[in-house]
């Protein structure tokens, strides 16, 4: 099953919601223009030790998050880090990448969750306010523009 494939079956599954803008886009649409993603950064899956220092994994995975909120036109507010990993010190190091993206970015880091794995493993939900009319995936055409953004550390 491909994750196209994964996120149908998801939707069809939950069935309709009341929000805006559920499955299936960048980010859920809630009211008031609210919008709500999450993304996971994991170790063996999207990045292996040494290509990166701790904190660039941190931040990786928080600007990874916070991309979705862009493609929506929405700005952000607010990130949740949830965090599980061999040791404390590993986690302090991610969460200084965490921390420098929130502060980049202008999100408070507001809170989350703390583990221990053997693992990495960095789940990142963030909260932005999205304008009148937020960019949606079914609102592109042939002919647009298309933008990919990228930061170097």
Do not use: K, Q
């Amino acid at each position: 099953m491909t994750e196209d494939e994964l996120i149908a079956a998801i939707g069809a599954r939950v069935g309709s919601t009341d929000v805006p803008v559920g499955i299936g886009d960048d980010a859920a649409v809630l009211e008031d223009g609210l919008v709500v993603s999450v993304d996971a950064l994991i170790e063996g899956t999207h990045f292996v030790r040494g290509w990166l220092s701790l904190s660039e994994m941190g931040y990786r995975g928080t600007v990874t998050a916070l991309s979705d909120l862009a493609a929506m036109g929405a700005s952000p507010r607010a990130i949740l880090s949830s965090l599980a990993c061999p040791d404390g010190s590993e986690g302090d190091a991610v969460m200084e990448g965490v921390a420098l993206a929130a502060s980049e970015f202008g999100a408070a880091l507001v809170g989350g969750n703390v583990a221990r794995s053997e693992a990495i493993a960095l789940h990142t939900t963030v909260i932005g306010r999205a304008p009148a009319n937020p960019w949606l995936r079914g609102g592109a055409r042939v002919g647009d523009t298309i933008y990919v953004t990228e930061r170097i550390l």
